[in-house]
């Protein structure tokens, strides 16, 4: 039975909303029933009729939207401009409605307070961070806990773009607006950072305890962040370097982990997302794929090795996580998940994110 879905934001014309469509749907365990895809009537109506929701069913406002469908709908899934969130998240939540948030959660620690305040007990609230979706990202939290690698000392974690360089047809290619306004957490460490975070945390379980950073701006929108260095403490003593840019010519968002160990390390890169790396005390350096008798995700592969899974569907196996923590916490379970993270795990990383913006500032190491 498939759970029925509602969007606030998300239109056709966005930057997630197409993703967050397909991924929900690939497995047919959502069915969007409902919406305010956008602010503009034409893009709300385009973008009901490319997704067939009915057309009694699109609103033009957010509180409409709620009176009528509140009752109806299993979740909503909010996809406004990121400075939006909170006003979203808090009317749902309020009104007892199981919440899906793209990351970031919030902008500000404010509006994650705000956040926090309206949070019960009996409220769901799911934050996506994709990127762990990928089958082989997750063979490699399941080797990291199975002591392969041994104790884990450190991380080198970068997600390099240069969509702020980028001269095409005679232009300079131009972000939506909220991106090239820096509140008190850059937009690039809400759009990159809390990403490094969550795989941080998502492959190794581990928490931060202390930051520093470098914070640059080397493209013509002058005024914001748009290339970011973090060194990060955590637990146990594991120390993580994170790179984030928009500013690397010749870098598609290539989101890169290296995972260093007593007894090993492991390497995965987004662009070649089937392959994980493997180097052993030896001298040994071994490559799996999905073709390999390790990966036995079977739940998450929709076809056979050789033909590569991708963003789409590394999606998709997180909107199927976060449909089994809602069956359960519909049937009165806790709605956990062990790939399904929420609103504790999305406020260290706007913590972390935070601090880092003070340890730039200040020219120090800060504590969280």
Request: hydrophobic residues 40%; glycine residues 8%; proline residues 4%.
């Amino acid at each position: 039975m498939s759970l029925s879905l509602g969007f606030i934001g998300g239109g056709i014309n966005s930057a997630v909303g197409q993703a967050h469509y397909c991924a929900s749907q690939m497995d047919k365990r959502w069915d969007l029933c409902a919406g305010v895809f956008s602010k503009y009537p034409e893009t709300n109506l385009e973008t009901a009729q490319a997704w067939g929701v009915s057309p009694d069913r699109i609103y033009p406002d957010m509180d409409q939207f709620l009176h009528d469908e509140q009752q109806q709908l299993d979740a909503v899934v909010v996809l406004t401009p990121t400075p939006s969130h909170a006003n979203a998240v808090c009317k749902l939540l309020e009104r007892g409605v199981p919440v899906i948030c793209e990351k970031a959660l919030t902008a500000s620690i404010a509006d994650l307070e705000r956040i926090q305040r309206v949070q019960r007990p009996d409220s769901f609230l799911a934050v996506t961070y994709n990127y762990s979706g990928y089958p082989m990202v997750r063979e490699l939290r399941q080797r990291i806990e199975a002591g392969e690698l041994g104790k884990i000392y450190q991380i080198q974690i970068e997600m390099p773009a240069d969509v702020y360089l980028q001269f095409k047809r005679g232009a300079y290619l131009t972000p939506q607006s909220w991106r090239l306004e820096d509140g008190d957490i850059p937009t690039i460490l809400l759009d990159l950072g809390v990403h490094l975070h969550h795989l941080c945390h998502f492959l190794t379980g581990l928490n931060p305890q202390e930051v520093n950073a470098d914070y640059h701006n080397y493209s013509r929108f002058k005024g914001v962040v748009d290339d970011a260095h973090l060194w990060v403490k955590y637990e146990q003593g594991m120390n993580a370097s994170m790179w984030m840019s928009k500013t690397a010519l010749g870098h598609r968002n290539g989101l890169r982990v290296r995972v260093y160990g007593e007894q090993g390390s492991a390497e995965w890169y987004q662009m070649d997302p089937e392959h994980l790396v493997l180097s052993d005390q030896q001298g040994r350096r071994v490559t799996l794929d999905r073709g390999c008798e390790v990966d036995d995700w079977l739940m998450y592969e929709r076809f056979k090795p050789g033909h590569p899974i991708g963003f789409v569907e590394a999606f998709a196996n997180l909107y199927g996580d976060i449909a089994d923590a809602l069956m359960d916490f519909q049937q009165g379970g806790a709605g956990t998940h062990p790939y399904v993270y929420g609103l504790e795990h999305a406020a260290q990383g706007l913590h972390l994110m935070r601090s880092a913006t003070v340890a730039h500032q200040m020219r120090r190491w800060v504590s969280l």
